[in-house]
Nanobody, 116 residues
């Protein structure tokens, strides 16, 4: 039984920082990648940052230089450090894990609101 739980969201001012955490329970033996997605009101869910099992990272152009994705050595936690936040970063952020079998796992989401 795999479960992903996000935390760390909240209210920040423009230029501020937040650190999101995702705790993974249950065993996943074949993780292909881990990532963070976000969905703003009226928008489709989009990939913000991803990290492969080999450690390669990818960031959306809108967050490059501001956000950093990382994971612990055992791959049971994944983080998103968000710096220099902008109002357009306001969204619900979701943790995601993709297995090598193509099975996606999703967290329940954590709200991030950035005031102008």
């Amino acid at each position: 039984q795999v479960q992903l739980v996000e935390s760390g969201g909240g209210l920040a001012q423009a230029g501020g920082s937040l650190r999101l955490s995702c705790v993974v329970s249950g065993r996943i033996f074949d993780i292909n990648s881990m990532g963070w997605y976000r969905q703003a009101p009226g928008k489709q869910r989009e990939l913000v940052a991803g990290i492969t099992s080999g450690g390669s990272t990818h960031y959306a152009d809108s967050v490059k230089g501001r956000f950093t994705i990382s994971r612990d050595n055992a791959n049971y936690k994944v983080y998103l450090q968000m710096n220099n936040l902008k109002p357009e970063d306001t969204a619900v952020y979701y943790c995601n894990i993709l297995s090598n079998r193509g099975i996606p796992y999703w967290g329940q989401g954590t709200q991030v609101y950035v005031s102008s």
